[in-house]
């Protein structure tokens, strides 16, 4: 997803994110996010991870989740995005590469997409190997 970060007077690049809504579990909310902001159901939706972004700030946590087997929506569901946001389709290894490059630069994002890179890279070694893209 390419979207405007206000506090950074800059576009952001980042999975597709979201906030915890009463009565669902973060799974679910995964879920939703993933159709809301890429318009694609998940055949899988499996956590991979899970960040405390300013453990000494703020009892906060990000929970990571891998979606695989990804298909467009006839009719997705609509977003509470104030802008409509851009969604970015890249194989893992690019978007790997644009984190060492600063391309990617919101440490969420980026600490999502090296959790999925050692998803991918365990496994391949076990032989589960499946391409794995973010964004559509």
């Keep these: ?15 597709p994110k979201g906030g915890m809504k009463k009565g ?10 993933v159709a809301e902001e890429t318009g694609l159901a ?10 405390v ?13 891998l979606a695989t087997g990804a298909r467009r929506m006839e009719d ?8 409509k946001q851009k969604v970015l389709r890249r194989p893992l290894a690019t978007a790997i590469e644009m984190c060492k490059d600063g ?3 919101e440490a969420r994002a980026v600490s999502a997409l090296f959790l999925a890179e050692a ?10 190997s499946e391409a794995v893209t973010c964004g559509r």
């Excluded at 669902?24 to 996010?33: C, D, G, L, N, S």
């Excluded at 972004?53 to 929970?63: L, Q």
């Design 1 to 15: 997803m390419k979207e405007f970060a206000l506090a950074q007077n800059a576009y952001d690049i980042h999975p």
């Design 24 to 33: 669902k579990t973060p799974r679910q909310v995964a879920i939703e996010e």
């Design 42 to 51: 998940a055949e899988s939706m499996e956590p991979i991870g899970t960040l």
């Design 53 to 65: 972004p300013i453990s000494g700030y703020f009892n906060f946590r990000t929970r990571v989740f």
């Design 76 to 83: 997705p569901p609509e977003g509470d995005e104030i802008e």
């Design 103 to 105: 391309r990617i630069r």
């Design 119 to 128: 998803r991918a890279f365990s496994d391949a070694r076990d032989g589960k």
